[in-house]
């Protein structure tokens, strides 16, 4: 099955850093998603983009639809401890579309 | 409070015994869905379904079958489990109106022997 490459797999940052990872498909995808996974948990929807260029905010995080289409781009501003955990970006291709393409995940880990 | 519960949250099996996941959600969805989640390979999904009595095959449906007899259930079952299916399964739902925005629950470990 398809699935989203997404970069990079894991990152290792102090705190207070800012944190960017990005998303890449060579389909066209319609809405583009980002969630973030605690441990122990589901992952819980963070961003959710409907339109190419579109850039979005959500306190410390910003999100970008690509204007290609083909990927998504997500920020992390002055990162704190309770920002560990797996962030996912999805990808969806068509309004009547059932299926979500999840990327492999970025884990972040970060040092106090 | 509105969410999928999924049970159990841990399970140990052997190969070839017959088991069931269920999951539920009280937030009236008419789209219900299971992924797999491997380390390396994100979120797959098994097989979703739209409403009651219609399902359909995800990217990785080979030895799993599931069933939506009633809007809020949707169980997962392995009739034959293998220890390539040791893996965290998640439930999620969502409206048809909010496109792409999945509810999941807190996920099932399940490890085959």
């Known amino acids: 099955g398809q699935q989203l490459n997404q970069s990079p797999q894991s990152m290792f940052i102090q705190e207070g850093e800012d944190v960017s990872m990005n998303c890449t498909s060579s389909?066209?995808?319609?809405?583009w998603l980002w969630y973030k996974q605690e441990p122990g948990e589901g992952p819980v929807l963070l961003i959710a983009?409907?339109?190419?260029?579109e850039l979005t905010s959500n306190g410390r995080l910003t999100a970008q639809f690509g204007i290609t289409r083909k990927d998504s781009f997500l920020n992390i501003s002055a990162s704190i401890p309770s920002d560990v955990g797996i962030y996912f970006c999805?990808?969806?291709?068509?309004?009547?579309?059932?299926?979500?393409?999840f990327g492999q995940g970025t884990r972040l880990t970060i040092n106090p | 409070e509105a969410q999928v519960t999924q049970n159990p949250r841990y399970l140990i099996t052997v190969t070839g015994k017959k088991l069931t996941v269920t999951c539920s959600q009280n937030?009236?969805?008419?789209?219900m869905s299971w992924y797999r989640q491997d380390p390396g390979l994100g979120l797959r999904q098994i097989y979703y379904?739209?409403?009651?009595?219609?399902?359909d095959k995800g990217d990785v449906p080979e030895g799993y079958k599931v069933s939506r007899k009633e809007k809020r259930n949707f169980p997962l079952i392995l009739e034959s489990p293998s220890p390539n299916q040791t893996s965290l399964y998640f439930c999620?739902?969502?409206?048809?109106?909010?496109?792409?925005?999945?509810?999941f629950g807190s996920g099932t470990q399940l490890s085959v022997l």
């Open positions: 999620a739902s969502r409206t048809d109106r909010l496109r792409g925005k999945l509810f």
């Open positions: 389909s066209i995808f319609n809405t």
């Open positions: 983009l409907y339109k190419a260029g």
């Open positions: 999805a990808g969806q291709q068509g309004e009547g579309a059932q299926k979500l393409v």
């Open positions: 937030m009236n969805h008419e789209y």
């Open positions: 379904s739209m409403n009651v009595e219609v399902t």
